[in-house]
């Protein structure tokens, strides 16, 4: 079965902090993982995506995520939080059935 | 170059009426897709369709709803006979064609939020 499971549905953090979100996954194929970010009343704008080559990946607007095969995680992580990066923010999997599933997203939230 | 555009972004219906909303995918893009986010969810698969073909509809409930995108014109999801519980926001997304799956990249649309009452 194909998931994708987002830990904490709500995160805050102080601006200029370390940002992370949590992703685990259940495929039974190689994944391809995506992080997504969307902001009110927009579509998903995609952040990094993994897709069997580097397990860092890094993407726009200082976001890198790792993949851990052993840890079936795809964390996504900034160093240091920005006020704009206030949004909510899917990992999603394209594995078998050539579907994409979406975990239930994080809506992040960054504190001056 | 627009993105993906999606009308009306907003829908209000009464239940037992129709509800049909709108995908104008990326200029160059000929593959469509379509999800459903439920409140407090993320984003369900609902179909996959190419020019006048549907590719994958096994995300669709099997009753009430129906997609298509024709030669010309958007793609167009249609609601028969909505129920409070089809209150959603609804996702379009596109990707271009040949895109080879090692690259998979979808691009979506700003969502139509329909509400019905």
């Known amino acids: 079965a194909q998931s994708v499971t987002q830990l904490g549905s709500h995160v805050s953090v102080s601006e200029g902090a370390l940002v992370l979100l949590r992703c685990n996954y259940s495929?039974?194929?190689?994944?391809?993982l995506f992080w997504y970010v969307q902001y009110p009343n927009q579509g998903l704008q995609l952040l990094l995506k993994?897709?069997?080559?580097?397990?860092l990946v890094k993407g726009i607007n200082g976001f890198e995520a790792e993949f851990k095969k052993s840890e079936t995680s795809f964390h996504l992580t900034k160093p240091s939080a920005h006020m704009s990066d206030a949004a909510e923010y899917f990992c999603a999997l394209y594995g078998a059935g050539n579907q994409f599933y979406f975990g239930t997203g994080t809506s992040l939230t960054v504190i001056p | 170059n627009a993105g993906v555009m999606q009308n009306p972004r907003h829908l209000v219906r009464r239940r037992g009426q129709e509800a049909r909303l709108r995908c104008s995918p990326m200029k160059g893009h000929s593959h469509v897709y379509w999800y459903r986010q439920l409140p407090e969810e993320g984003l369900k698969f609902m179909v996959y369709?190419?020019?006048?073909?549907?590719?994958?509809e096994s995300g669709m409930p099997k009753e009430r709803f129906s997609a298509e995108f024709p030669k010309e014109g958007p793609s167009i999801l249609r609601i028969q006979q909505v129920v409070r519980g089809d209150s959603a926001a609804y996702f379009c997304?596109?990707?271009?064609?040949?895109?080879?799956?090692?690259?998979?990249?979808?691009?979506f649309g700003p969502g139509t939020r329909l509400t019905v009452t």
């Open positions: 997304a596109s990707s271009p064609p040949g895109v080879a799956v090692s690259s998979y990249e979808q691009y």
């Open positions: 369709l190419q020019k006048e073909n549907i590719i994958d």
């Open positions: 993994y897709t069997s080559a580097a397990t």
């Open positions: 495929s039974s194929v190689p994944p391809y």
